[in-house]
């Protein structure tokens, strides 16, 4: 065993065998200068401590120094009414605190005791107690501040259980030095009883030694009483001072000294005014002149000093941000933050800008929020946050959508007006600007606010100028949701999932199939419209059919029939519905001239035969319109993808699906063929 393990028990064990073998007076006045040099480097060490942590070891220290100073004190006091004679150090003390005045001398050792009991030792205890007790109640608070940061990913695992550990160290750390304080309270005490029983023990016993005369002996026993109290009781002055300033030490950056320059030396206008008040004194009959005039003067000094470093570290900081900022502009990664493209941008002239503006009443914000939870809802799919942001380069009531940096759909307002649009079902018109709704390009009207009670009784759908804002802004997202949907954002959902539904996902992800393959089926599902939202439903289909086919073009297909359901509702409703078929010739004629390659599956007809079907739809299409249904084409499942690849390009909005997403509950009927 090395000797550091077993030295501290040596220590202690022969701390204690002082106190019950006599020692000589030479090993006393050695062991005494040790625990004077003892209690300074303990007090130095609270000193430049930057906070409590850094000396947990200090009540245990408080408690070993303690016991080590009751046992000198005790030989020392065995030595003085056995011999006479404590040793050298012992006697210097006494005979320079005395200057052969014994009265005088024995008044300051106790008033040196007492300033040691009654000021240091009890505020040092107080505090003690103060701490621990507003450590052990903050604990729970400081904890779960601990948990929120690591919900919240702002600290990692092991940075949580460093923190927990310093809050248990410090709890212990202050219930300790709570406890440990009570000793120097009980070391001041006994200084005080040892100090009078040698005064009183020793005059006796040299009394009944005839060591002299009376005077002499109480001289002679105070002079050494006096000497061995000063020799425990300045130590002990030493550890209480250091036991006050660790337990009131905030933790800091910089050690005490350090602190104290620095926040008692931070004004200049103290200095000055401390200057001041240093000089009016010294004018004031009775004080002394010249003490006061010099110290007004140093103030002052030391007031335009700190004023020059001051205004000197501002330049420097003046200096050093231009750099910093000159720096940073050179640095390549602010070039590279320029590439930074935002997936959904709102941007508007300044005119609109009281819509967005919370303190100005607009509630354009709350409106976008809601977009981002409808889509989610309705798609299934978390959109990217929404930029805004001012263009003074726009017209003042213009505003621009763009889409990953690219302007996709533009539109214009007239505050203090309403937009109007007429359903089909109006049979008076109002009088109005004539104008074009933005989201769908419908026929519209602006109106004042003092048209609008009389439209909408005429039967007008009226909105508000930001509602128009926010259906198109929705309108244009929900038609490239499809392309804002990144491979992230498909991890963020399967992550999701994963969490109850942990087995599918691992069967699925990675191993038969990756992120990008499952994106560009979600993809295929949101650009017609379809809603992930159930994507267990999708994840399931993808498991059952990833072993069939890995083209994820007929992978989609099999997803959309596995949400029938879904797609009926959304598409057809509840009720019979008409829908238009194709005919079987022509079906025929699309699966001829599918030609497959390792790349996937491509549609070769000839351009004449495209036009000619796209002329066939267009006319069936009309016909629905003019019913004021939605038109649907209904096809053969093997046929859907590419009926809809040739007619997505001229007829974009057009609902084409098959027989096998279709729910078996609903009743279509077939009010048109296209041929060709």
Do not use: C
Not at 29 to 43: G, H, K, Q, T
Not at 212 to 225: A, C, D, R
Not at 350 to 360: E, T
Not at 519 to 526: C, G, H, Y
């Amino acid at each position: 065993m090395k000797f550091g393990d077993i030295s501290v028990a040596i220590i202690i064990i022969a701390v204690i065998l002082i106190i019950i073998i006599p020692i000589s007076p030479l090993l006393l006045d050695i062991l005494l200068a040790i625990n004077i040099s003892l209690a300074v480097v303990i007090l130095l060490n609270t000193v430049y401590a930057k906070e409590a942590l850094q000396f947990s070891i200090f009540p245990s220290l408080l408690l070993i120094t303690t016991l080590f100073r009751l046992a000198l004190n005790i030989s020392s006091t065995k030595l003085i009414l056995s011999t006479g004679n404590p040793g050298d150090v012992v006697k210097a003390f006494g005979s320079f605190v005395i200057q052969g005045n014994i009265i005088v001398g024995l008044i300051v050792f106790l008033i040196i005791t007492i300033v040691q009991f009654l000021v240091i030792t009890k505020g040092s205890e107080r505090v003690s107690e103060v701490a621990a007790r507003f450590t052990l109640d903050a604990m729970p608070g400081k904890q779960m501040a601990i948990d929120a940061d690591l919900n919240a990913g702002l600290i990692n695992e092991i940075e949580a259980k460093e923190r927990r550990k310093n809050i248990q160290r410090e709890a212990d750390f202050y219930g300790a030095m709570d406890g440990a304080s009570k000793f120097v309270k009980g070391d001041a005490i006994a200084g005080i009883i040892i100090t009078v029983i040698n005064i009183i023990a020793g005059f006796i016993l040299g009394a009944m030694r005839q060591e002299g005369s009376l005077s002499q002996i109480f001289n002679t026993y105070t002079k050494l009483t006096v000497g061995d109290g000063l020799v425990s009781q300045i130590p002990a002055l030493l550890i209480s001072t250091a036991t006050g300033i660790i337990v009131t030490r905030a933790a800091s950056d910089s050690n005490l000294s350090s602190d104290l320059i620095k926040q008692i030396f931070q004004n200049p206008l103290v200095m000055f005014l401390a200057s001041g008040v240093a000089g009016l004194l010294a004018i004031v009959p009775g004080l002394p002149f010249w003490p006061f005039l010099i110290l007004s003067i140093a103030l002052a000094v030391s007031g335009f000093n700190l004023r020059r470093v001051l205004q000197q570290n501002e330049m420097q900081e003046e200096i050093e941000v231009q750099e910093s900022e000159v720096e940073e502009i050179r640095k390549p990664e602010n070039v590279i933050s320029l590439l930074q493209i935002d997936p959904i941008e709102l941007e508007f002239g300044y005119g609109i800008i009281p819509l967005a503006d919370v303190n100005q009443g607009g509630d354009l914000l709350d409106r976008v929020v809601m977009i981002r939870r409808q889509l989610a809802l309705e798609l299934g799919m978390v959109v990217p946050i929404i930029r805004l942001r001012d263009n003074i380069q726009l017209n003042p009531n213009e505003y621009v959508i763009k889409i990953k940096g690219v302007e996709i759909a533009q539109g214009e307002l007239m505050f203090d007006h309403y937009l109007a649009m007429n359903p089909g079902t109006v049979e008076e018109e109002i009088d109005g600007i004539k104008t074009v709704e933005p989201a769908f390009g419908l026929p519209a009207i602006w109106i004042n606010e003092s048209q609008r009670e009389r439209a909408e009784i005429l039967g007008y759908t009226v909105v508000d100028p930001p509602s128009i804002i926010a259906t198109h802004l929705t309108e244009v997202i929900k038609k490239h949701a499809h392309e804002l949907l990144s491979r992230q954002d498909v991890q963020a959902l399967i992550d999701n999932v994963k969490q109850n539904h942990s087995a599918l996902v691992d069967e699925l992800i990675p191993k038969q199939m990756s992120i990008g393959e499952v994106q560009k089926v979600l993809a295929n599902l949101l650009k017609e419209g379809v809603s992930i939202r159930d994507l267990v439903t999708i994840l399931e289909t993808l498991a059952d059919y990833i072993t069939v086919t890995r083209d994820t073009d007929m992978l989609t297909e099999y997803v959309r029939q596995g949400l029938r359901r879904a797609i009926t509702n959304k598409f057809i409703g509840k009720h019979k519905s008409n829908v238009i078929t194709l005919d079987p010739k022509l079906e025929q004629q699309i699966m001829d001239a599918v030609q497959h390659t390792e790349h996937g599956t491509y549609l070769a007809l000839d351009p004449t035969v495209s036009q000619e079907i796209i002329n066939a739809v267009y006319k069936q299409v009309q016909k629905l319109l003019s019913m004021g249904q939605q038109p649907i084409i209904l096809t053969a499942p093997i046929v859907r993808l590419y009926f809809k690849r040739l007619t997505e390009q001229s007829i974009p909005e057009l609902i084409v699906l098959s027989y096998n997403e279709l729910d078996s509950s609903i009743e279509v009927q077939s009010v048109g063929m296209v041929s060709v």
